[in-house]
């Protein structure tokens, strides 16, 4: 996997852990209630949590990859799509309100967040979507665990770094007034980068 093509890997990563909503909510929700340390353990579960499912995405997708060249392609086709679609409901979404709301599982920070990485399956259908962009059957052991690290570390940095600043700078007032023009941003961004996608497989 090239630099390029790590990057905006990375980038498309970035965008779906910052994208508002449960996840977010609880970071925020055990940061404030309880204290940092408590977020960022949440933060870091999480980040297993999405290890496990980056995991058994790549393993999926390479055995189709490997067994169907059609089928994997239609699959990138329609990765790239949902990454349109996203990008319009995130443009579209209409703002119902600035309030980011709490969201409990358990009481226990590292299973809070574990849990709610695994029982999303929209997460799934993300990474379907993700990566089937970017697996390659020629691909090594080490690429495809740049591949399953790379969502796992920026989704732990990120989360982290939200629970570092909710408890410093007030950064829940800070979403919930610009959450609405974030949403826009980053839907934006969704929708070039899988046009670049699509470009890439149609121009190959």
Same mark, same amino acid.
């Given at each position: 996997?090239?630099?390029?093509?790590?990057?905006?890997?990375?980038?498309?990563?970035?965008?779906?852990?910052?994208?508002?909503?449960?996840?977010?909510?609880?970071?925020?929700?055990?940061?404030?209630?309880?204290?940092?340390?408590?977020?960022?353990?949440?933060? $870091?579960?999480?980040? %297993?949590? !999405? #290890?496990?499912?980056?995991?058994?995405?790549? /393993?999926? =997708?390479? *055995? &189709?990859? +490997?067994?169907?060249?059609? $089928?994997?392609?239609? %699959?990138? !086709? #329609?990765?790239?799509?949902?990454?349109?679609? /996203?990008? =319009?409901? *995130? &443009?579209? +979404?209409?703002?119902?309100?600035?309030?980011?709301?709490?969201?409990?599982?358990?009481?226990?920070?590292?299973?809070?967040?574990?849990?709610?990485? &695994?029982?999303?399956?929209?997460?799934?259908?993300?990474?379907?979507?993700?990566?089937?962009?970017?697996?390659?059957?020629?691909?090594?052991?080490?690429?495809?665990?740049?591949?399953?690290?790379?969502?796992?570390?920026?989704?732990?940095?990120?989360?982290?770094?939200?629970?570092?600043?909710?408890?410093?700078?007030?950064?829940?007032?800070?979403?919930?007034?610009?959450?609405?023009?974030?949403?826009?941003?980053?839907?934006?961004?969704?929708?070039?980068?899988?046009?670049?996608?699509?470009?890439?497989?149609?121009?190959?």
């Amino acid at each position: 996997m090239t630099f390029f093509l790590w990057s905006q890997f990375a980038i498309v990563c970035l965008l779906g852990a910052m994208s508002p909503g449960p996840s977010l909510a609880l970071i925020i929700h055990n940061s404030i209630n309880f204290n940092r340390m408590s977020g960022i353990i949440a933060s $870091i579960a999480h980040g %297993i949590g !999405i #290890c496990v499912y980056a995991t058994v995405t790549v /393993l999926v =997708l390479e *055995f &189709i990859l +490997k067994n169907s060249e059609t $089928i994997f392609f239609v %699959i990138q !086709i #329609c990765g790239s799509s949902f990454l349109i679609i /996203l990008g =319009l409901i *995130f &443009i579209f +979404k209409k703002n119902n309100g600035n309030e980011i709301e709490t969201y409990q599982i358990q009481s226990n920070s590292f299973a809070q967040g574990f849990i709610i990485a &695994i029982i999303n399956p929209k997460i799934l259908i993300w990474f379907t979507a993700i990566y089937s962009q970017f697996i390659d059957i020629n691909a090594g052991l080490f690429n495809k665990t740049i591949l399953v690290l790379t969502p796992s570390i920026i989704d732990a940095i990120w989360y982290s770094l939200v629970a570092i600043l909710v408890t410093e700078c007030g950064l829940k007032e800070i979403l919930n007034k610009k959450k609405f023009v974030i949403q826009k941003i980053i839907g934006v961004l969704l929708i070039l980068i899988a046009f670049s996608l699509i470009y890439s497989l149609i121009s190959v």
